[in-house]
């Protein structure tokens, strides 16, 4: 296997987990191989990342594999560059937020996750694909959370930008200062290739996973192994309403509200005014996109415990 590790990851505490996790790795798979691999940049991620699948899918020995260690960032680039493939992906958290592995049922101590990986349970979960014009040139990209472009997506950018002192309070923190100008932007919606919907909202997100922004629990009824993308729109409200509804945003119950519409689809044409595209947290460019549910497009280990959740509902 391929560990392929962001050592600066949950302010530094990725390099800090990471003889443990060699160690837990080595001791459960005794006979196997690990090359351990430590990206100095985005941009080198990525290339290990791909660099690996592509090796693991030349040969026939279907244990090879690709680990990555790390936020939800390295995260992404791990589903791009296994999604599509017979090749399984191990994800060990290591960041703030941890949301994919969170939306998957990893747990999110890097030690127990590794031992998930010697397990070696291997499910196929969903994949959302977005096609556009996307950020850094790219056309397509597979997500594993949630595409989010809205107040949402504001939220996450400035989180993002936010000094590592806050931590896991970084994004709750981001919440509360965008909201103080944040005005409902329009959404042109298409769903399953139906009559095109406009309306204006403070955030339309498209859930694969259900989690993202550190712990936001914006589509409560999502699964990863459903066929289906779960959309969770909050209509316009007062700053005094959205403030109510942030907290109740991290256990999920916001969604009760009456200002908060959800459905689920399998394809969406997102357009609209004033939006900016994010997707597992990394900048994904602005709209239009098309964005559509892939079944099965991802090989990832799960814990023997809390398998993948096929959910069945009715449209």
């Given amino acids: 296997m391929t560990l392929v590790v962001n050592p600066t990851a949950g302010r530094g505490r990725a390099k800090k987990i990471l003889p443990k996790v060699q160690n837990e790795l080595l001791r459960g798979l005794p006979e196997g191989s690990l090359k351990v691999r430590e990206a100095t940049s985005y941009a080198e991620a990525q290339k290990l990342c791909e660099k690996a699948v592509e090796k693991a899918s030349q040969t026939k020995d279907n244990r090879n594999c690709l680990v990555v260690m ?44 590794a031992r998930v990986i010697v397990e070696g349970r291997i499910l196929r979960m969903d994949l959302t694909s977005v096609v556009g014009k996307l950020a850094h040139g790219g056309t397509h990209r597979y997500v594993g959370t949630v595409v989010a472009s809205g107040y949402d997506a504001r939220v996450g950018i400035r989180g993002g930008q936010m000094s590592s002192m806050w931590g896991p309070l970084a994004y709750a923190a981001a919440a509360i200062a965008e909201l103080r100008h944040f005005e409902p932007v329009t959404y042109r919606v298409r769903v399953d290739g139906g009559e095109e919907r406009v309306l204006p909202a403070m955030l339309l997100a498209i859930a694969n996973g259900g989690y993202y922004g550190g712990g936001m629990h914006i589509a409560p009824k999502a699964s990863v192994a459903d066929g289906l993308l779960d ?85």
Avoid: W, Y
């Fill in 70 to 113: 790390g936020g939800d960032g390295i995260m992404h680039l791990g589903i791009n560059a296994a999604g599509g493939t017979d090749v399984p992906l191990g994800m060990i958290p290591a960041g703030t937020g941890n949301d994919l592995c969170r939306s998957i049922g990893i747990p999110l101590d890097p030690v127990e996750a």
């Fill in 231 to 315: 959309v969770t729109i909050a209509h316009p409200v007062s700053k005094s309403t959205m403030l109510r509804l942030l907290p109740k945003m991290f256990g999920g119950s916001f969604v009760n509200d009456p200002a908060v519409e959800t459905f689920t689809a399998k394809e969406i044409m997102l357009d609209g005014d004033n939006l900016v595209g994010v997707a597992d947290g990394e900048a994904l460019g602005q709209p239009p996109f098309g964005v559509k549910i892939e079944p099965g497009a991802l090989a990832v280990f799960v814990p023997n415990r809390d398998p993948l959740t096929r959910r069945r509902k009715k449209k």
